[in-house]
């Protein structure tokens, strides 16, 4: 079930964080109390695959209670054709689980994930970046979650 907010978003239990790309969607969980984050590896996206399928069978066996993706939008807010399809994406992995899923602005996570990583060259950072994108995706929403309480 897509929600447009996180009013209602479970309050305890793993969740987990995804950074879709075209390529690539980077993944990240949550531990049960929600103090600590880790990486998974990125979902490479291959001829036929679904990632929205994988995402959401990735999500049963984790044992989440909902899921955070982030919204890629424009500096002054505004939608893209790339945020057109995330949320097509996000579609997608409702058809295939009733977990709730929430969107979360996304602007600047790949360059705090860089900085944080120490991601310095462009070949390692397209090989690690988009799970730690992912990661701070989801520590983000960890952090507008814990004030609504």
């Known amino acids: 079930m897509i929600m447009?907010?996180?009013?209602?978003?479970?309050?305890?239990?793993?969740?987990?964080g995804v950074d879709w790309g075209a390529r690539r969607t980077g993944v990240a969980m949550s531990d049960e109390?929600?103090?600590?984050?880790?990486?998974?590896?990125?979902?490479?996206a291959g001829r036929g695959d679904d990632i929205a399928k994988k995402i959401a069978d990735m999500a049963v066996a984790e044992?989440?209670?909902?899921?955070v993706v982030g919204?890629?939008?424009?500096?002054?807010g505004t939608e893209s054709d790339?945020?057109?399809?995330?949320?097509d994406f996000v579609v997608?992995?409702?058809?295939?689980?009733?977990?709730?899923?929430?969107?979360?602005?996304?602007?600047?996570?790949?360059?705090?994930?860089?900085e944080l990583v120490g991601l310095h060259n462009q070949k390692e950072a397209k090989e690690k970046l988009d799970s730690q994108s992912a990661r701070v995706i989801?520590?983000?929403a960890i952090a507008v979650i814990n004030r609504l309480h």
């Open 33 to 44: 109390t929600r103090e600590f984050t880790f990486v998974r590896p990125p979902i490479v």
């Open 92 to 114: 997608r992995v409702a058809e295939y689980t009733n977990l709730p899923i929430c969107f979360i602005d996304e602007s600047l996570t790949s360059s705090t994930a860089a």
């Open 71 to 76: 919204l890629p939008l424009r500096t002054d």
């Open 82 to 87: 790339t945020t057109k399809m995330v949320r």
């Open 63 to 67: 044992r989440v209670v909902g899921i």
């Open 138 to 140: 989801l520590e983000n």
């Open 4 to 16: 447009s907010d996180f009013k209602d978003f479970p309050r305890t239990g793993r969740i987990m």
